[in-house]
């Protein structure tokens, strides 16, 4: 019997290498141009250009499956210089087309191009992608579909359509303008004037009745619908009138299906979900609104679209869903403590049991001091945003050039592995924990570590729920929860088992979350927080994970042909 067992395990094996080896020689290499420009929109009853991707907003979707390579050739005819960034490709080896400015490449200057490798590995379901300079990702941003390798199916039954949301936003100023006002003065940026759904503000706004964005519908079919937060600074409500939605993914990883009547999707995040048509023939509303309990400003207005059953006749009344209100941390909260992986033999869970790097990193809204009370931000002083009590400073030459050539006067490698100092982190806050630090740190893992990061919120300056985002990696949220954490009781409730697989989450106001993963991705990669305004804050740091003993496990040469700093 054990004989045969090791047979049987055997030709599993054998099974298993044929079908990647399959699988590899299936993949493709796709190719895409886009050419960055100004475009004119009416939106909100006036009319502005807006940097966009080939003139569309939201820009084109990149299709591939799983194990495809895409090259995108990037050419900028904006006013400024512009980076793309793959949010949640990992890019095995290869940082030098990650994108993010001034960590692993200078910007594309007005006139110039540049092509970027594109390497999808693991990844099945939806990403997406968006500039990677200050606030330009407002308007250049766009899906990424990852598509089952071929001869493999999705792992639930094969909808009858799908269909792409991008939930975005509108503002009626330049947001460059904005956001360099902001930086300048040291005050609040200012917020949006509308959300979006696939570039409409929708029927709430007396000139965008035409224009609502509806997806129509056949009766009694089931379609996958691919939400997308690209939204700047607020998380989102979003729900459909009378119908559930069934979850089934969330940052290109599949979960343990379960149904809910509304989502709470992070800026970054995206979730595929199921929708059945099974209503009545008519109208429904499609609806978002913020999650944003905080004092901080936010954009508290609702955009809207229309699910549209195909038929003849249509009801004149449109039902709208109810979502919890914009501070309703329980009702957030509740939603994200349901993802699950999925945890089939089709899609494993390998979550780190032991750990070999530790890092404990608080996350705080901050000032910086400005002499008799010069700047726009609380007290007279200027806002600021921190790790661990550092506010990062974004240098002028590229880090990931700096380390891999061994640059000087770039970076330092001394980010701390705990703040400086401990406090009660989610009460009453003193003075010596409102002013961080300034410094372009990183913080250095070895290859093939497996790293345990406790973010810890806290209570200084305006306190929120923090999406942190980590480029290179999908991670395990192997627990989460309110107040300090505590470093004995809290990880004996960590789920080890389906704990869910995600590049982006939240850090719960006042509260913790850890994340586990295995650094076998070496290069340097951007970690930060993807509320906009606290990144341009200093909300950021940057993981180096340095090469392994061989060249298949090192950092992949650069391209020959890189944005020049200069």
Known sequence: MKKMDSILRFLGLILLLMASLLCMAQAKVLHYDFVLKEAKFKKLCSTKSILTVNGTFPGPTIRVNKGDTAFVNVYNQGKYGVTIHWHGVKQPRNPWSDGPENITQCPIKPGKNFTQEIIFSDEEGTLWWHAHSDWTRATVHGAIIISPAPNTNYPFTKPYAEQTIILGEWYKGDVMAIINEALATGGDPNVSDAFTINGEPGDLYACSNATTYRLTVNQGKTYLLRIINSIMNEEQFFGIAKHKLTVVATDAAYTSQFTTDYLMISPGQT???????????????????????????????????????????????????????????????????????????????????????????????????????????????????????????????????????????????????????????????????????????????????????????????????????????????????????????DPKSYNLKDPPLVNTVGVPKNGWVTIRFIANNPGVWFMHCHLERHASWGMNTVLIVQNGSTNATSIRPPPKHMPPCS
């Open 271 to 489: 979730m595929d979900v199921l929708l059945t048509a099974n209503q009545s023939a008519g109208r429904y509303y499609i609806v978002s609104t913020p999650f944003a309990d905080t004092s901080a400003p936010f954009d508290n207005t609702t955009t809207t679209a229309i699910l549209q059953y195909n038929s003849s006749k249509l009801p004149s009344s449109i039902p709208f869903p109810t979502l919890p209100t914009y501070n309703n941390k329980t009702a957030a909260e509740n939603f994200t403590k349901r993802l699950r992986s999925l945890a089939s033999n089709a899609h494993p869970v390998n979550v780190p049991q032991s750990i070999t790097k530790r890092i404990f990193m608080t996350v705080s809204v901050n000032q910086i001091y400005c002499p008799n009370a010069s700047c726009s931000g609380p007290a007279g002083n200027r806002l600021a945003a921190s790790l661990n009590n550092i506010s990062f400073q974004s240098p002028k030459i590229d880090i990931l050039e700096a380390y891999y050539r061994g640059l000087p006067n770039v970076f330092t490698k001394d980010f701390p592995k705990q703040p400086p100092y401990y406090f009660n982190f989610t009460g009453t806050v003193g003075n010596n924990t409102i002013y961080p630090s300034l410094g372009t740190k990183a913080l250095i893992v070895n290859y093939n570590d497996s790293v345990e990061i406790v973010f810890q919120g806290t209570n200084v300056g305006a306190a929120e729920n923090h999406p942190m985002h980590l480029h290179g990696y999908s991670f395990y949220v192997v627990g989460t929860g309110s107040g300090n954490f505590n470093n004995k009781t």
